[in-house]
């Protein structure tokens, strides 16, 4: 099956730092990408996407990298604040509108 | 609007009863999803279904079933509960029109006795 892992399962970031989770993935056939958040209690939150045609994309504070050649994308986030901490998890597309999850890497936000 | 609803969002059962989780969304999102949550494991897929009366087996199916008689809903039963199946329960929906980003409800935990 799909194999996603994110580097680091903790990220501890001093507020106002810029922060960066990594995630490699192993089908070279996804052609989309989704990083997700999720906080404390609730439901995982879309937070940007990225399609294989593209290397980067920004968003508000964040930015997704891209590159298919070592299959590995990077989400980093500008000035980190304290609703940041979560759970980030980066979602590959596996085909059938299927997302391939990571176990999520977790992000601490020190004030 | 509602988006997509979870019901009940808390749940405690003993081993053996049948167990009914609820999904809604109000978007008529063709595809559904149930996952559940552990810690260590991620999210993992239970079921989806692709549209009403389509159905379809993820990672983890077993002990589990769904139906979609209805697009806008898409239970999942715990036919007989075990304490395996005590977890964090999501139900997602996404549509080809939006791309496939999936969009989550806000869980059901379960805590199997």
């Known amino acids: 099956g799909e194999s996603v892992g994110l580097h680091l399962p903790t990220l501890s970031v001093q507020e106002g730092d810029n922060s960066i989770i990594n995630c490699a993935y192993s089908n070279s056939a996804s052609d989309y990408f989704i990083w997700y958040k999720q906080e404390s209690g609730k439901g995982p939150q879309f937070i940007i996407d990225i399609r294989s045609n593209m290397d980067k994309r920004q968003g508000q504070r964040v930015t997704v990298l891209l590159n298919k050649t070592v299959k590995h994308l990077s989400l980093q986030i500008a000035a980190t604040q304290p609703g940041d901490s979560a759970v980030y998890f980066c979602a590959p597309a596996g085909g059938n509108n299927r997302l391939a999850f990571g176990k999520g890497n977790q992000v601490v936000v020190i004030p | 609007d509602a988006g997509i609803t979870q019901s009940p969002r808390y749940k405690i059962t003993e081993t053996g009863r049948q167990v009914t989780l609820m999904c809604h969304q109000t978007w008529s999102h063709s595809y559904m999803f149930w996952y559940r949550q552990d810690l260590g494991h991620g999210l993992r897929l239970i079921y989806y279904?692709?549209?009403?009366?389509?159905?379809d087996k993820g990672e983890v199916p077993d002990g589990y079933v769904v139906s979609r008689s209805k697009t806008e809903n898409f239970p999942l039963t715990l036919e007989s509960a075990t304490r395996s199946q005590t977890s964090v329960y999501f139900c997602?929906?996404?549509?080809?029109?939006?791309?496939?980003?999936?969009?989550f409800g806000p869980g059901t935990r379960l805590l199997v006795l």
């Open positions: 997602a929906s996404s549509s080809p029109a939006w791309g496939e980003t999936q969009y």
């Open positions: 279904s692709a549209a009403a009366d389509i159905t």
